[in-house]
């Protein structure tokens, strides 16, 4: 393999995978400092690391969706078969 598609691959795969090893350390990070925290800044971090995924969560799931449906909606009703539900 070449040198430039070391890289393309390597670039490649940070592209596809970096936001979900981001959370899943991030997500590790407050588990692990719940699990042995007694209080303090160990409840905080606990507490801002576990809210990281649930509000990816809701903006890519539930506010980016509304937003579509609205822009949707201002457009007008799609005329092709597929897009009725």
Known sequence: MTHE???SARQGFWRLWGWPLALAFVT???LTAALFSEGGFGDWLASACLAAPVLACVWFGWLRRSKRRQTAAEDGPDPTP???R
Do not use: I, Y
């Open 5 to 7: 598609k070391q890289a």
């Open 28 to 30: 590790l990070t407050g």
């Open 82 to 84: 597929s897009a009725q």
